[in-house]
């Protein structure tokens, strides 16, 4: 009878410890994924504060190759600032178009990443 109850004693035990292991590995998966979501949010952050200077950037150099245009020394010299304005637009929107891109690209790995966590943590 004695080792019946021990028995007993060791399965409760063991059924106890594996629901408090299941617990602590649902909080460590909890913890991993709020890391994870703050890593993205930060990487966003940053990501923008950096295109919010090269935007502000450009523009800055827009505005002095505009200056320098009007006071140019020659027809030469000020051919060839609007030359250069004009390459410095189609980069500013090469660069608003590829953020466009980039925006749906960091949209949809997002959207693919918290599917990924959902069913990893399901199952």
């Known amino acids: 009878?004695?080792?019946?109850?021990?028995?007993?004693?060791?399965?409760?035990?063991?059924?106890?410890?594996?629901a408090t292991l299941q617990a602590q590995l649902h909080q460590v998966r909890q913890s991993g994924i709020r890391i994870q979501d703050a890593v993205a949010a930060e990487r966003q952050r940053i990501e923008s504060a950096v295109e919010a200077l090269s935007g502000t950037s450009l523009r800055r150099l827009d505005d002095?190759?505009?200056?320098?245009?009007?006071?140019?020394?020659?027809?030469q010299t000020q051919a060839e600032i609007r030359s250069a304005r004009?390459?410095?637009?189609?980069?500013?929107?090469?660069r608003v178009l590829g953020e466009t891109f980039d925006a749906r690209a960091r949209r949809l790995i997002e959207v693919l990443s918290t599917s990924r966590r959902r069913v990893h943590v399901v199952a």
């Open 86 to 94: 004009t390459a410095l637009r189609d980069a500013q929107r090469e």
């Open 64 to 75: 002095d190759l505009a200056s320098l245009e009007t006071t140019g020394d020659s027809p």
């Open 1 to 18: 009878m004695a080792s019946i109850i021990r028995s007993a004693v060791l399965i409760l035990d063991n059924t106890r410890l594996q």
